[in-house]
């Protein structure tokens, strides 16, 4: 006879796991069921393109088909397994197990669920094939549609007043058990056992308890347990397995018809997560405490708690109802509440994850710790602590909070750690908020945490000694941020992301660790906040290293095209070094003032910089650097300057200095070695002086520069200024240039020499000479390069003497104004050095600093051996005379002709005689050779028959052959000094200052007011004769012998008058024709005379003669002075013929 279709379709089911179908009617056409099992048998591992060759694949394959779990899967696998390896054959293998579960009717058997499972599914399968499913007949579609178990509708159990024992079906159940003090019929009792035959349903237990209760409930996978009692009601799981989530709500309780709020605090011991997967706090709860006990890993939803959560064992924590004040706290599960130590190092290895708004948030140790990957969501929290992720740990916290936040994460070791939290900020005011994250690490070296965050975080890194965290990443979140670091040093830091990065501490936690910038676009920073030691940040690849605290004698060793920002004085000194030779580092400077508006200026006494750094840039855009001793760096190094602050470099070591860029000004002090020879500088109003044995290059840009060579600058040297008012100091005697472009610029002299070419630009520009001493800078040799150009103004004020340069450099520019503060002590010469060439001298262009209309400085003007051309100022200027026959303006102004070396000289090369003196005609008409010869001072050469106006001859003792007949030629010359011999000066019509010199001289004073001025007592001023002076016109200017005249008494050398001579008189004309000899006589008798020096003057009727004495009242030694020729009468002189100082 035929089988039934439930008989067909259970054998598909089984073998097959599909829905009959189509192929339903025939199957059941089947006379036996053993014979259709084992046709079906053969051939379901074809039809399903699945290997079932093996016995143990046969197995599995059956058991997952009838879905078996649990004790009832073991069983099956025990009975299949002896079955097929007992030789049985597979299709009454298959046939007894489904009428076994088709049959099946012990509700205390292990495969009682399965069975109504089974027989439920076959039910709906047979209903689908022989309706809607009856044309169907492929595999997939078959299989798709196995009888929609899922929509089997459930039962609904009530527990009784006695024990009970409910047992649900395939469907999805509910059970309802109220409280042991309910009146009604359906109370719970611990002794109750609900079991539902299912697995893969969806049943529901809702429980009403009023103390502590261990429900038995198994696979009923929604437990609903109502809690109410005034006081805390501990709700074990133990008794629960197959459950998904138990809700645990705590209610009111009615007392006499009144309602008391109940305590709402979940509390649920003995939870076991794999027989309860999740625990879920019921609406109105204030806090959740779960212990898990056996296997951990449960999830407990504590979203509706307003309190604190505690968990004991791994566990999935989401606790989004708690807030300020609460805490998160979930705790590793010990030995006991593992049941074993074995078991408790299993579970403790679980996930952990928190997802909260509490406010602290503690993952635990307890006597063990977790050892398994630990996430942290609490953005709200403002303490955050993991105990021990040495399995991983995520934390992101503080991301909210506005409280100061800390954030503590220990054992963190090489599976790593994240931190992402909140915006910190600096300051400790409210309601600014301050992050704080401690970490810890293992022993071991490659411990690993990353941080983001935003603002301000401080990080401690090791806080537990010598467990530090060994590689550090960091980054901002979504904008800039600082890590203030402490702890011992790490091994490696990384800066990642896309925002600003500043990582700052002391330099001792960063010395000699690899700190890698990785960020993208971003700009990363290294702050030392303290600097107590060297420190070595080579391995550093920032955008700057900035020190940010005050260190004493400091060096840092940077790696090339390192970026260091002062952003603090440094004591004593400041040194960088590279890492390795021909390095590049970059120096800045920073705001030291917090931004008080105070001016930012960086300083140090030296700033080093090691002979491996090939170039030093310095910027000084933000403040000021202001190196108080040196700046000292290799021979070979490059300093360039850039910004717009001041810069001072002290004594300077290196090769260049390059602050073109500089617009601030420069400072540098005298060089401390020979290795600096260049030095540019920028648009700011610059000062270098350098001092060292080198030949310098030095260009400055605009501004009002100071720049001074010392006396050390070696030939070579070069000056060369920019526009701008500037101040070139020269100390050097060695062959240097100088050049300055347009501004009022000044190049002083300060050596007592210089052989420097002064080239100076547009502008009123001068050159000063500071040396107090006569300055000889003639010699063609030693100062063949000395020129000045395009000069406005010459300085000699204080010179207070001399200046002699030659000719050569003063036709490079003879046009300028001579500055002085005496016409008689600032002297400027010109003079020809030449032995074999004239020189033309054209001092015409020559204008002079003026007090009151007189001339504060004077012009010399010199000739050579050969014939020279000089022209004299529009002032008053000296031409001295020399040989060769010159031609000499002397301009405008009173000029003075001085004949003082042309006496005793061989003017023609072989000359037999020396010359004795000259002859100068500065009257209107020619002087015969016989006139001068009859005034016994010289002959002049045979060859002049005269001597005529405005020429100068030369004199000779005797006759002579070779006796020179050269004649200069003067014009505009007021004044004569004669030479050293016996001259004959003949003065013009004008007003004359003639000063004979030594020797006894014939001088003819012709018309005007003539002064004639006398040498000091014991100088070989000779005898002079003076020829038509005129008494109260001309003078006898006698300012070298008294310094003035008491008084001029005149008498007769009479006794009967002696008595008259007035008291203090000390210039005493005593006339008679009396000898010197009887007027000294007759003065020291008076008894009214002071014995003080004085000038007697005595006559012999024709001529008078001019005495001075040296004791007036003593009759002391009197010496001839002059003889004025004409004057008769001694006594008719007057007090204005005489000048004393």
């Given at each position: 006879m035929a089988i039934t279709t439930s008989q067909a379709q259970s054998l598909v089911l089984a073998l097959f796991g599909a829905?009959?179908?189509?192929?339903?009617?025939?199957?059941?056409?089947?006379?036996?069921?053993?014979?259709?099992?084992?046709?079906?048998?053969?051939?379901?591992?074809?039809?399903?393109?699945?290997?079932?060759?093996?016995?143990?694949?046969?197995?599995?394959?059956?058991?997952s088909n009838l879905k078996l779990t649990g004790d009832a899967l073991t069983a099956a696998n025990a009975w299949l397994d002896g079955q097929l390896n007992a030789g049985a054959a597979r299709g009454d293998i298959v046939a007894t197990a489904v009428t076994f579960l088709a049959t099946l009717t012990d509700t205390t058997s292990p495969f009682y669920a399965a069975a109504q499972t089974f027989n439920t599914t076959v039910a709906s399968a047979v209903t689908w094939s022989t309706g809607a499913g009856a044309t169907t007949f492929g595999v997939s579609a078959l299989r798709a549609n196995q009888g929609n178990v899922d929509v089997v509708a459930g039962s609904s159990f009530t527990l009784t007043t006695g024990t009970d024992t409910l047992i649900g079906t395939a469907g999805n159940d509910t059970f309802t058990g109220a409280d042991t003090s309910s009146t009604t019929t359906d109370q719970y009792q611990d002794t109750d056992r609900i079991v539902d035959s299912s697995t893969t349903d969806s049943d529901t237990a809702n429980l009403t308890l009023v103390a502590a209760a261990t429900p038995q409930v198994v696979n009923v996978e929604i437990v609903n347990a109502q809690v109410n009692s005034l006081s805390s009601v501990t709700l074990t799981a133990s008794g629960m397995t197959g459950v998904q989530n138990l809700t645990v709500t705590r209610g009111d309780v009615v007392v006499g018809g009144s309602t008391l709020a109940g305590n709402k605090a979940v509390v649920v011991d003995g939870l076991n997560a794999g027989a309860v997967a999740a625990v879920?706090?019921?609406?109105?709860?204030?806090?959740?405490?779960?212990?898990?006990?056996?296997?951990?890993?449960?999830?407990?939803?504590?979203?509706?708690?307003?309190?604190?959560?505690?968990?004991?064992?791994?566990?999935?924590?989401?606790?989004?109802?708690?807030?300020?004040?609460?805490?998160v706290t979930v705790e590793a599960q010990t030995d006991s509440q593992a049941t074993t130590a074995t078991n408790a190092v299993v579970q403790n290895a679980k996930a952990v994850s928190?997802?909260?708004?509490?406010?602290?948030?503690?993952?635990?140790?307890?006597?063990?710790?977790?050892?398994?990957?630990?996430?942290?969501?609490?953005?709200?929290?403002?303490?955050?602590?993991?105990?021990?992720?040495?399995?991983?740990?995520?934390?992101?916290?503080?991301?909210?909070?506005?409280?100061?936040?800390?954030?503590?994460?220990?054992?963190?070791?090489?599976?790593?750690?994240?931190?992402?939290?909140?915006?910190?900020?600096?300051?400790?005011?409210?309601?600014?908020?301050?992050?704080?994250?401690?970490?810890?690490?293992?022993?071991?070296?490659?411990?690993?945490?990353?941080?983001?965050?935003?603002?301000?975080?401080?990080?401690?890194?090791?806080?537990?000694?010598?467990?530090?965290?060994?590689?550090?990443?960091?980054?901002?979140?979504?904008?800039?941020?600082?890590?203030?670091?402490?702890?011992?040093?790490?091994?490696?830091?990384?800066?990642?992301?896309?925002?600003?990065?500043?990582?700052?501490?002391?330099?001792?936690?960063?010395?000699?660790?690899?700190?890698?910038?990785?960020?993208?676009?971003?700009?990363?920073?290294?702050?030392?906040?303290?600097?107590?030691a060297d420190a070595d940040l080579s391995a550093a690849t920032v955008n700057s290293i900035v020190v940010g605290a005050t260190g004493t004698s400091r060096t840092l060793t940077l790696a090339t095209g390192a970026s260091v920002v002062l952003a603090a004085d440094q004591t004593t000194a400041f040194a960088v070094a590279g890492k390795a030779s021909g390095a590049t580092i970059n120096l800045s400077t920073a705001d030291d003032t917090a931004a008080s508006g105070a001016t930012i200026d960086l300083t140090t006494a030296t700033l080093t910089a090691s002979s491996n750094v090939s170039v030093l840039n310095i910027d000084a855009t933000v403040g000021k650097l202001t190196l108080g001793t040196a700046l000292t760096a290799g021979a070979t190094t490059t300093v360039n300057v850039s910004g717009t602050k001041d810069v001072a470099l002290g004594a300077v070591t290196a090769k260049t200095v390059n602050a073109a860029n500089l617009t601030g000004d420069l400072t540098i002090g005298s060089a401390a070695s020979t290795a600096l020879t260049t030095v540019a500088s920028g648009a700011g109003d610059d000062s270098i002086s350098v001092n060292a044995a080198a030949a310098y290059s030095i260009t400055t840009g605009d501004g009002a520069d100071a720049v001074t060579l010392g006396a050390n600058a070696l030939a070579a040297s070069s000056v060369v200024t920019g526009t701008g008012d500037d101040e070139v100091t020269v100390n050097t005697t060695a062959a240097v240039v100088i050049v300055t472009e347009s501004g009022n610029d000044t190049v002083t002299v300060g050596g007592a020499t210089t052989n420097s070419v002064i080239s100076l630009g547009e502008g009123v520009d001068k050159v000063v000479f500071t040396t107090n001493a006569a300055i000889d800078m003639s010699s063609a040799t030693n100062?063949?390069?000395?020129?000045?150009?395009?000069?406005?103004?010459?300085?000699?004020?204080?010179?207070?003497?001399?200046?002699?340069?030659?000719?050569?450099?003063?036709?490079?520019?003879?046009?300028?104004?001579?500055?002085?503060?005496?016409?008689?002590?600032?002297?400027?010469?010109?003079?020809?050095?030449?032995?074999?060439?004239?020189?033309?001298?054209?001092?015409?262009?020559?204008?002079?600093?003026?007090?009151?209309?007189?001339?504060?400085?004077k012009l010399e003007l010199e000739g050579g051996a050969k014939t020279d051309t000089i022209t004299g100022s529009s002032m008053n200027d000296t031409i001295i005379g020399t040989k060769g026959g010159d031609t000499v303006d002397g301009g405008s102004g009173t000029d003075t002709f001085d004949a003082t070396g042309m006496s005793g000289v061989a003017e023609v090369s072989g000359a037999t005689n020396n010359t004795s003196g000259v002859v100068i005609n500065l009257g209107a008409t020619a002087v015969t050779a016989g006139t001068i010869a009859a005034t016994s001072v010289g002959i002049v050469s045979g060859e002049l028959a005269t001597v005529g106006s405005g020429k100068v001859a030369y004199l000779y003792g005797t006759a002579a052959a070779d006796n020179s007949s050269v004649q200069a030629t003067l014009s505009s010359i007021e004044n004569v000094i004669g030479s050293a011999g016996a001259d004959y000066i003949i003065g013009s019509a004008g007003n004359n200052v003639i000063t004979g010199g030594e020797g006894d001289d014939y001088i003819i004073g012709g018309a005007g007011v003539d002064t004639f001025v006398f040498a000091a007592v014991g100088a070989d001023n000779g005898a002079d004769k003076i020829s038509g002076f005129t008494s109260a016109t001309d003078i006898l200017n006698l300012d070298a012998y008294m310094d003035g005249i008491t008084k001029l008494f005149e008498a007769e050398a009479d006794a009967s008058v002696a008595t008259s001579i007035t008291t203090n008189a000390n210039v005493i004309a005593v006339g008679g024709a009396v000898s010197i000899d009887d007027a000294a006589t007759f003065i020291a008798g008076d008894a009214t005379v002071?014995?003080?020096?004085?000038?007697?003057?005595?006559?012999?009727?024709?001529?008078?003669?001019?005495?001075?004495?040296?004791?007036?009242?003593?009759?002391?030694?009197?010496?001839?002075?002059?003889?004025?020729?004409?004057?008769?009468?001694?006594?008719?002189?007057?007090?204005?013929?005489?000048l004393f100082a």
């Open positions: 829905s009959a179908g189509g192929h339903l009617t025939g199957l059941a056409a089947a006379s036996n069921l053993n014979t259709l099992a084992g046709d079906l048998s053969m051939s379901a591992g074809l039809i399903l393109g699945k290997d079932l060759s093996s016995n143990t694949a046969f197995r599995d394959h059956i058991t879920t706090a019921g609406t109105g709860t204030t806090t959740v405490t779960v212990t898990q006990a056996g296997v951990a890993g449960a999830t407990v939803n504590a979203n509706t708690a307003s309190g604190n959560t505690t968990v004991t064992g791994a566990a999935t924590v989401n606790a989004s109802g708690a807030g300020a004040g609460d805490t928190v997802t909260t708004n509490a406010a602290t948030v503690s993952i635990a140790d307890n006597t063990n710790k977790f050892t398994g990957a630990i996430t942290v969501n609490a953005p709200a929290a403002s303490s955050v602590t993991v105990a021990n992720a040495v399995g991983g740990a995520t934390v992101t916290a503080s991301t909210t909070s506005t409280a100061d936040s800390t954030i503590a994460v220990t054992n963190i070791d090489n599976t790593g750690a994240t931190i992402v939290t909140g915006t910190g900020a600096r300051e400790v005011t409210t309601p600014v908020k301050q992050i704080t994250i401690n970490l810890d690490g293992t022993t071991a070296t490659t411990d690993a945490v990353s941080i983001s965050g935003n603002g301000w975080i401080a990080v401690d890194q090791d806080v537990n000694a010598n467990e530090l965290v060994d590689n550090i990443t960091l980054s901002g979140v979504d904008a800039a941020v600082t890590f203030d670091m402490t702890g011992t040093e790490l091994a490696t830091y990384t800066l990642t992301g896309s925002q600003n990065v500043t990582l700052r501490g002391d330099g001792a936690i960063f010395t000699g660790k690899a700190i890698t910038n990785s960020t993208t676009g971003a700009t990363t920073t290294l702050t030392l906040d303290t600097l107590g100062f063949a390069n000395f020129a000045m150009l395009d000069v406005e103004e010459v300085d000699i004020t204080a010179v207070s003497a001399t200046l002699t340069i030659n000719t050569t450099s003063f036709a490079k520019d003879n046009t300028f104004k001579l500055t002085g503060d005496s016409a008689t002590a600032d002297i400027l010469r010109v003079k020809n050095v030449s032995s074999t060439a004239g020189a033309t001298i054209d001092a015409s262009n020559i204008t002079f600093t003026k007090s009151s209309g007189l001339q504060l400085a002071l014995g003080t020096t004085g000038i007697i003057i005595v006559d012999n009727g024709t001529d008078s003669f001019v005495y001075y004495t040296d004791n007036l009242a003593g009759n002391g030694t009197e010496v001839l002075v002059a003889t004025l020729l004409g004057v008769a009468a001694a006594e008719a002189l007057v007090t204005a013929d005489f």
